[in-house]
Every structure is written in C-alpha cells, then in structure tokens.
C-alpha cells in the first residue's frame, strides 16, 4: 500500500500510522470507551467512606503501612552499645545476622524471646570487638534489649528519654580487648 492510497490526516496529507478512519462514529466510540474506562478505575472510590472493613482493592489501594491505625507503642529487639563513660547508643543490626533490617530483627525477636538473648549478646560482641568500625571502637559492653518505644514522640524525633519508655535486657556480654 502506497502512502497515497493510505489514509489521509485532518489536513489531507497521508497518515500512514492511522488504522481507523477519523470520522464523526469513530470518535464517539472512543469517547465512549474513554468514559466506560475511568467509570470502572473510579467506581471503587465508592468504596472509601466510613466503611469499617474496606477491602484492598486495584486501584485505591489501603495498605495497612500508609492507612492502619498505629498502636501508641511499638517494641523492638535490638543492640545497644555501652561506652566507657557509661553512655549507650544503638549498634548497627548487622553484629546481629546478615540480611536486611526488617529479616534480621524479626529472627532476632524470635531468638530472643525463645531465651537465646544471652549467646545473642556474646555474639555480638564478639564481632563488635573484632570489626574496626569507628564508631563502635569505644563500646565496652554489648546488651541486647527488647524496647517499647512510643510512636507520636518518636515520628517528631524529639529526644531518645521521650519515646523509649521501657527497656527489658535479654542479654549482655563484655567485648573481648576492651
């Protein structure tokens, strides 16, 4: 087929990229379909009123990370560094188990609840003794605490006294060298 013969744009000239003649029905059809396709993308806003068990849905979607309500308190299995000046700081998860943040504190949580915090903790600094970091070269004593830290005092970083309101030990070891 010669671009002659093909169809012909608003301004005469050949189109040849067009499939469909650009007439008056054709153009209805497709602001038909137009209108049809954002009827079914918007009809599960219908959905989002005060209904108590909205379901997740394509396309408003409520994960419960952006859309759940937020316990006042979370607590946390972590390592907490102490300083020869008596003074501690949360260790970095990775004297804890290799993986990502999340993998790692779910099976340190675990761990330690089923009452290995002890050998978690002598682990750990273990590796706090043998690893240079820089900041780590001044912890003495490694402890590995399960914290309730509350949520609101924590989103607005005010200060660590604030939002830590308990701290249970579930393991504590001396870091070999120091």
Do not use: C
């Not at 004297?95 to 750990?124: F, K, S």
Request: positive net charge; glycine residues 10%; charged residues 20%.
């Amino acid at each position: 087929m010669s671009k002659e013969a093909g169809f012909r744009n608003h301004s005469g000239a050949p189109s040849p990229g067009a499939s469909i003649a650009d007439t008056a029905a054709t153009r209805m059809v497709a602001g038909v379909l137009a209108g049809l396709l954002l009827t079914a993308v918007a009809l599960p806003a219908r959905r989002l009123g005060p209904a108590k068990n909205v379901r997740d849905s394509f396309p408003f979607s409520h994960y419960p990370m952006f859309s759940g309500r937020r316990a006042s308190h979370y607590w946390v299995t972590h390592l907490l560094g102490e300083q020869a000046d008596g003074s501690v700081a949360p260790l970095h998860y990775s004297y804890l188990g290799t993986g990502g943040l999340n993998a790692v504190r779910r099976q340190v949580r675990r761990r330690v609840l089923a009452g290995d915090g002890q050998l978690l903790a002598e682990r750990a600094a273990a590796l706090v003794g043998s690893r240079d970091r820089v900041a780590d070269r001044g912890v003495m004593r490694v402890q590995i605490v399960r914290g309730r830290y509350l949520v609101d005092p924590f989103m607005t970083s005010r200060d660590r006294s604030e939002f830590t309101s308990r701290l249970d030990v579930r393991g504590a070891a001396e870091v070999p060298g120091r």
